[in-house]
Structure formats: C-alpha cells, structure tokens
C-alpha cells in the first residue's frame, strides 16, 4: 500500500464531506508518517489539532481509510513540529473551537483484529429496562452456556436501539470467560465481501474453512442478506454446521426474519428457530436511566428537572439520544459549568423532532390507494374479496406498525368489534408465513410511512 497515496485519497474524500473551514483547520497541515501493523501515524501540527481530530474526526478518518484500505484497524495522531507553522494558526483553532460542538472522545475504536470485537461494549455501561430486558435475559442465559440455551438467538429491532452494543458485550464476555471458546464478529456485508473474494480468489475453500472453525458466531445486520441469493446459499451451509456442532449463533437483523425482503424459506425458519426477540424503543423510565448513566460517565452534573426535560423531550433511538447528550456535555466542559434547564433547551431545540402523529384516516387513505380502491369502501361493510384483504391488512398495519389498540382500529374503520380486529390481524400474520407476495404488498404500504 502507498500511505502517501492513501492519504491524499482520504483528504480529498473528506474535503468533499465537511465545511472548507473545517478542513482548512484541522486537516491542511497533517502528514502521513507511517503504517505499522494495521495503525497509522498522521503527523499533526499541535495538540490541539491532534485532541480536535481525536475527538471529533477520529470516526470519519478512520471509515475513510477504510473503505480505501481494509487493512487499517486504527489510526494515531503524532505532533509534528514543523518549522514554517502558520502563525495565525493556532487562533483560528481557538475559534473553531468554540464555534463547534464537541462530540464525546471516541476511545472506542480500538477493535480486536482477530475477532472484530470492540472492548467498549461491555454490560457495565448497558441500561437494562422493559424495552430490551428480554434480550437481556437471552443473553445472560447464552454467556452462562454457550451454544447449548438459545441457539440461534436472533434479536431484530429498529436502528440505533442498541443491538450492536449488545451482541458484542455477549461476544466480548464469552472471550473473558472462556478463552478457549473462538469467538467472531462480522456485519452480514462484510461476510457476503469475504464470500464473494474467496470465490474471485477461487478459494472458496478457506471462506468455509474460516467461518467453520469458529465456536460464537455473530452476525451483525442480517437484513442486508436480501437479494444475495449466494451468500444466503453459503450461510445455511454454515448454519447448519455450526448448529450441528452446538456452536452458538447470534444475528442481529432491524426486521423480524418473516419480514426480511427475498430471505429463503429455509433460512427464514432457521433465524427463527431459537430465541427471536425484539428491541424497542425505550420507554421514559428508562430513557431516564440511560440519560442519567451517560451523564454520570463523563461527570457531567445536571439537575433532576434537566433530566427528566431531557427524557420527555428526546424520543427515539439511543444513538439520537446520545448525540444530544454529547452536545450538552461538551457545552458544560467548555464552560466549565453545569447547564440549567434553559441553556439544554436552547442547546437542542434542533434535534427535536415533532412527534410521529399520523392520523389513523391517513394511514388508511395510503393503504387504499396502494390497493387502488376507494378509501370509503374500507370503512363499509362490503365482504368483497378484495376489499376484504385491504381492510385487514389496515388493521394489521395499525396494530403491528403503529400499535394502536384493537377496540379503537375497530372504531374508527367504520365501527367494527374489536374481535373482528384481532382476527384480522391474525389472519394477515398468519397468511404472511405461507404468502410472500403479500409480504411485498405490506412492505411495499411500509416504504409509504417511511
Ligand atoms: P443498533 O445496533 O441497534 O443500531 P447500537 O448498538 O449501535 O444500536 O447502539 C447505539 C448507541 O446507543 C451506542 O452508542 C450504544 O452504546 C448505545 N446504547 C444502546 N443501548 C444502550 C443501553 N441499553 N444502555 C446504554 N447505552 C446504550
Ligand atoms: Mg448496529
């Protein structure tokens, strides 16, 4: 590899991607030193451009190396002295600073070449409530006994609502218990890549070879596996070894397998054949835990009333969560002091989206229209077929995506009982095992609320 080469291809992929004062700032005067084992060297003017692109760079540097050169794992920034240092340098740092939001130092790209794993997920850290305690539990019972309770554990849910974190915590404890158990992380588009080199490296050979010595696997965003018939091909292989042998096997996927676009039948029952649970979002109580465990880990001090704003205010995902979190913390640190309720507010006023409030007529307007009959016609009594299919699959999308209680679906398409609801909905989870096209058809009503 030509590091030089590298670098300048890096640069000017990242120009393209933030601000030309940011880059003019932090990047114009770096230089490449050296790779060694996978780390590389960027010399940097001063400190605090080494701390700047540590801090809030260090993410973006690194998956842009990457995807220029697989092999770099981690990259380390070096002071460099340099004679002819712009003088005026150093103060537009200072402004830079202050006209920027700090994210959280990111010591947590340090991962395990052998195994893929990232030390920072552990439990330690991990806020366990009603929206993931399940998981939770699955995964205790898998670190106790290895391959032998819940094999495969598959767990789905939304993104950013902690299933990386909590698949690498199982890898990474079975890794300190049991130092003879093998252990390996992969995401599903990593795989598919080493599948599809070992074959245009006609080996496909030491693919197998590789992925059958392991004794934990963990495969990380399965739902990327549709329409990759030959990867789905490999993987049941493997699955069916690995199972065999009582080797335990842990996806994560953001969908439940019944509804992962173009997966194998044969696949679809294998992913579900142990342990399938689901991650929610959090709920406010937790939300609470969460925000108040972040804030203790960086000792950032914040009123009850900060919490419990913030709690209130920041729905959704973990991840969002956190970005919010971070912009407060930095705040405090370059102040200097705790934020009251006023400053937070005025901090993330921009991150908070208005509530997802889509009305149920809406919701029953879009289905009609993918069905190309009348909207009025769902809420009559007409028992013809296809019309039939068309309100059940309502009252299934209200239920199941948008978790409206069966007395009000029943209400509100044209006075129905709420048993005729739940039948409905049954039926239509019942159909969608045996009929892939109506798979497609829901998934196709889904794209619209997207
Ligand atoms: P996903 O893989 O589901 O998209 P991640 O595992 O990447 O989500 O989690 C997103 C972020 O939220 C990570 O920084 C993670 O450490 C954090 N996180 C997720 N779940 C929890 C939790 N239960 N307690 C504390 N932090 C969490
Ligand atoms: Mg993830």
């Known amino acids: 590899m030509d590091i030089k080469e590298l670098w300048v291809n890096c640069l000017s992929e990242i120009e393209l991607g933030i601000s030309k004062a940011n880059f003019t700032t932090w990047f114009k005067n770096t230089s490449i030193i050296k790779e060694d084992a996978g780390t590389l060297y960027i010399g940097v003017p001063n400190e605090f451009v080494r701390d700047w692109l540590y801090n809030k760079f260090n993410k973006l540097i690194l998956k842009t190396l990457i995807s220029h050169e697989e092999s770099i794992r981690s990259v380390e920034y070096v002071i460099q002295k340099h004679e ?3 003088k005026n ?3 537009e740092v200072i402004k830079q600073i202050t006209n920027i939001n700090k994210e959280l130092p990111l010591n947590d790209l340090y991962i395990n070449r052998d195994d893929n794993l990232n030390p920072k997920y552990n439990f330690n850290s991990f806020v366990v409530g009603p929206f993931n305690e399940l998981a939770y539990a699955v995964a205790q019972a898998i670190i106790t006994n290895p391959g032998k309770n819940y094999n495969p554990f598959f767990v789905y849910g939304g993104t950013g609502l902690g299933k990386t974190h909590m698949i690498q915590a199982i890898g990474n404890i079975i890794k300190t218990n049991y130092p003879n158990k093998k252990v390996y992380y992969v995401s599903l588009e990593r795989f598919a890549i080493d599948y599809i080199n070992s074959i245009q490296n006609k080996n496909p050979n030491s693919f197998k070879e590789k992925y059958r010595k392991y004794d934990v696997i963990i495969m990380d965003d399965i739902q990327f596996i549709s329409g990759k018939d030959k990867t789905q091909e490999e993987l049941f292989h493997l699955f069916n070894t690995l199972y065999e042998n009582n080797k335990q096997i842990i996806f994560s996927s953001d969908k439940h397998p019944n509804f992962i676009q173009g997966l194998e039948d044969r696949l679809q029952s294998r992913f579900a054949s142990g342990m399938t649970v689901q991650i929610v979002e959090p709920d406010y109580e937790s ?3 969460i925000i108040k465990a972040k804030f203790e880990q960086t000792n950032c001090i914040v009123s009850d009333d900060v919490v419990s704003y913030l709690a209130s205010a ?3 995902n973990i991840r969002e969560l956190e970005g919010s979190l971070n912009t407060i913390i930095c705040q405090s640190q370059l102040k200097n002091k705790s934020l009251g309720l006023v400053e937070v507010k005025t ?3 921009n991150n908070i989206k208005p509530k997802k409030n889509v009305a149920i007529k809406d919701i ?6 993918q069905y190309g009959i009348s909207e009025e016609i769902i ?3 007409t028992r013809r077929k296809e019309i039939v299919r068309a309100r059940q699959v309502a009252m299934y999308i209200l239920r199941e995506d948008f978790n409206i209680s069966y007395p009000l679906i029943g209400q509100k398409l044209g006075g129905r009982d709420h048993t005729t609801v739940i039948h409905s909905h049954l039926k239509i989870k019942d159909d969608l095992k045996t009929d892939p096209s109506l798979l497609q058809e829901i998934e196709k009503i889904r794209i619209m609320f997207k």
């Open 84 to 86: 002819n240092v712009n």
């Open 89 to 91: 340098n150093d103060s």
């Open 287 to 289: 939300r609470v835990a």
């Open 314 to 316: 920041l729905e959704g």
């Open 347 to 349: 901090l993330i006023k």
């Open 364 to 369: 029953v307007k879009i289905i009609a229209d």
């Open 379 to 381: 809420y009559e009594k």
